[in-house]
T-cell receptor, first 116, second 114 residues
Framework: AQSVAQPEDQVNVAEGNPLTVKCTYSVSGNPYLFWYVQYPNRGLQFLLKYITGDNLVKGSYGFEAEFNKSQTSFHLKKPSALVSDSALYFC??????????????FGTGTKLQVIP | NAGVTQTPKFRVLKTGQSMTLLCAQDMNHEYMYWYRQDPGMGLRLIHYSVGEGTTAKGEVPDGYNVSRLKKQNFLLGLESAAPSQTSVYFCATGIAGMIYNEQFFGPGTRLTVL
């Protein structure tokens, strides 16, 4: 079975400071990992994904994420936070061995608040 | 292109009433999904479809039914609404055979059952 955990319900960061949103996962095989962002009253939007290769993945809006196999983590990062980054962030995992319909397990979400 | 659209955006029902949520996509994706989003619980899969005429149960299917008569549409039905079905419902699509691709989400339907 696959699972994903986001240990922080909320992260507060000052504008201009670096931000990190944490995610850890559990799968039986090699994972496919995703980050999505949800702005108020909107659907989820894809930010970035890790499939294979370089452990540092770059995505939209200046975000990046680091895959760490030994720690089973996939933390989302940004060097300098913007107020407009304030949103709900979801980590998701897919186990390639889990079968046909692209079952994806989502975390519970982390609310990012960037303080001006 | 509109992408993934959902109708209606908001709805208030009384307990026992029925309704259908419509998801439409113009992306020609094979896979379609219905999720519900509840505070502190992330997204949970209700039902999914891997192609026209096929549907299957997800994690939380009880109280819901679905149909995929046309490739571009995926309907979610509540036959007898209950307060526990108060939630935000999201439709998503995915490309068949591309297991590492992301899903594409609609804007959501906020449902309140009184």
């Amino acid at each position: 079975a696959q699972s994903v955990a986001q240990p922080e319900d909320q992260v507060n960061v000052a504008e201009g400071n670096p931000l990190t949103v944490k995610c850890t996962y559990s799968v039986s095989g090699n994972p496919y990992l995703f980050w999505y962002v949800q702005y108020p009253n909107r659907g989820l939007q894809f930010l970035l994904k890790y499939i294979t290769g370089d452990n540092l993945v770059k995505g939209s809006y200046g975000f990046e994420a680091e895959f760490n196999k030994s720690q089973t983590s996939f933390h989302l990062k940004k060097p300098s936070a913007l107020v407009s980054d304030s949103a709900l962030y979801f980590c998701a995992v897919r186990d390639p061995d889990s079968g046909g319909y692209q079952k994806v397990t989502f975390g519970t979400g982390t609310k990012l608040q960037v303080i001006p | 292109n509109a992408g993934v659209t959902q109708t209606p955006k908001f709805r208030v029902l009384k307990t026992g009433q029925s309704m259908t949520l419509l998801c439409a996509q113009d992306m020609n994706h094979e896979y379609m999904y219905w999720y519900r989003q509840d505070p502190g619980m992330g997204l949970r899969l209700i039902h999914y479809s891997v192609g026209e005429g096929t549907t299957a149960k997800g994690e939380v299917p009880d109280g819901y039914n679905v149909s995929r008569l046309k490739k571009q549409n995926f309907l979610l039905g509540l036959e007898s609404a209950a307060p526990s079905q108060t939630s935000v419902y999201f439709c998503a699509t995915g490309i068949a055979g591309m297991i590492y691709n992301e899903q594409f989400f609609g804007p959501g339907t906020r449902l309140t059952v009184l």
